[in-house]
């Protein structure tokens, strides 16, 4: 496991950060992003990834909990009445796929001020956006930018952190993906995907980023220690999941921090 303490800069395109930190403070509106400022301070607070375990997860069972979800969350919606308190995208390409739902949703939707450039004016005018900082330390001012990183469950944890959460309990980041070539790159899908709770997350023929588990497990350790440091918590409660950075506990125990049963 690589130590927590190694933290890793994300400085190929400096200018370009320097570009949107500058251009996020001059036009981007950061109203509801700031509204969302210790709303669950104190409260139990999911946040809820895209693996395959949620297909075994009873979300119906914390319907009331409040939560974070990610990405393509939506496409699990017409099998659960549990629902987000807000998404968050951090991703170019996912932007661009996801832009039409993203724009039409009523939960309070966060993208990547990086990826705008990926979306539809439209879609841009309908959505809300959060910086991504230089490098990926752990960001507890979310109006300063989040820690970037190479995962959008770490960006999930710094929304939750700023929202006031404790404990933060996670559910369907299952930190294993089957796919051939190399990490960190788009590559064209093929077959149903196996790797998310939908054989059509991403669709045979389109276009998806291959994960880096390695640069993942730093960021996460990033984020137990900003929590631990202000005397929070976060626990793992996803079903077979493979990740090992944080306290794992059963959904049983889960809906006993969350007072569901």
Not at 17 to 36: C, E, G, I, M, N
Not at 118 to 137: G, P, V, W
Not at 145 to 171: H, K, N, R
Request: hydrophobic share 40%; proline share 5%; aromatic share 14%.
């Amino acid at each position: 496991m690589i130590p927590f303490n190694k933290q890793l800069i994300f400085a190929t395109r400096p200018l370009r950060y320097a570009f949107d930190s500058f251009t996020y403070k001059l036009s981007a509106d950061t109203s509801v992003l700031q509204d969302l400022k210790d709303r669950n301070r104190g409260k139990p607070m999911l946040v809820v990834g895209n693996g395959p375990s949620l297909n075994q997860t009873p979300l119906d069972d914390f319907a009331h909990v409040p939560s974070v979800g990610m990405n393509k969350i939506d496409m699990l919606y017409p099998r659960t009445t549990w629902r987000p308190e807000v998404v968050v995208c951090l991703n170019n390409l996912v932007a661009k796929q996801n832009q039409d739902v993203f724009a039409a949703s009523n939960i309070p939707t966060f993208v990547a001020w990086k990826a705008r450039w990926y979306m539809r004016a439209e879609s841009r005018r309908k959505l809300n956006f959060f910086n991504t900082t230089l490098s990926n330390a752990f960001a507890t001012d979310a109006l300063s930018g989040f820690g970037s990183s190479a995962t959008v469950t770490y960006i999930a944890l710094q929304m939750a952190y700023w929202m006031g959460a404790d404990p933060v309990i996670i559910f369907g980041v299952d930190h294993s993906f089957k796919y051939t070539g190399p990490e960190a790159t788009y590559q064209k899908r093929e077959g149903p995907d196996t790797n998310h709770f939908d054989p059509n997350y991403f669709k045979s023929g389109t276009y998806w980023g291959t994960p880096d588990l390695d640069q993942s497990e730093i960021d996460y350790g990033l984020a137990r220690q900003a929590f631990e440091a202000d005397g929070r918590k976060v626990y793992d409660a996803t079903i077979g999941g493979k990740l090992g950075i944080f306290e794992k506990i059963s959904v049983a125990q889960a809906a006993d921090l969350c007072g569901t049963r």
